[in-house]
């Protein structure tokens, strides 16, 4: 228990030493990595269902060599295809969002900085180095959840892809 509270303890020192826009940035990774586990949750799980369901109502068909077979299988591909590929924009966006919160942070830090300078004229360094402490930390937060992102939404994207292209290749068009 007493290293639980030595570990918040830490934790609030980290949040406070990077000023308000950590708490910006932890709120955008968390929902970014919910994003991430509901679509990793959805390829272990919910897929499976999805993809079953096109390939019985496909099988189901008496006739799959027509024109508007063809499209009746682009259309089922297309439904799959869109479900497989939900919150992939947005998790894009989120990543993308992360290094931009990082530099509001440093902004942020280096206007403490300023402000420091401004009212001691540079004579009080403790208060100075807070303000350069607030300008780097979110900067590093917000790469760090920027390249975390970027490693989750890479292997979704080519686990969205190949799951699209095993859907095509099950919906034959054989009779």
């Known amino acids: ?11 609030n020192a980290f949040m406070a030493s990077g000023g308000p826009v950590l708490f910006l940035i932890a709120g955008l990774t968390f929902f970014m990595w919910t994003l991430i586990f509901e679509r990793i949750f959805y390829f272990n799980k919910g897929l499976k269902s999805d993809v079953q369901g096109a390939v019985d109502q496909w099988e189901g068909r008496g006739e799959r060599n027509s024109w508007g077979s063809r499209q009746i299988r682009y259309a089922m591909i297309s439904r799959v295809s869109e479900r497989i590929q939900d919150n992939m924009d947005m998790i894009q966006v989120c990543v993308a969002l992360a290094p931009l919160f990082g530099l509001l942070g440093t902004v942020w830090g ?3 900085v300023f402000d420091v300078l401004a009212i001691t004229g540079g004579g009080d360094a403790k208060q100075m180095a807070s ?3 607030m300008a780097t930390i979110p900067t590093m937060a917000g790469m760090v959840a920027a390249l975390s992102g970027v490693f989750a939404n890479t292997y979704l994207t080519r686990k969205a892809e190949r799951e699209s292209q095993l859907l095509e290749d099950h919906l034959t068009m054989d009779h």
């Open 1 to 11: 228990m007493h290293a639980l509270i030595d570990a918040w303890a830490a934790v």
């Open 110 to 112: 280096m206007i403490n």
């Open 131 to 133: 303000g350069v402490s």
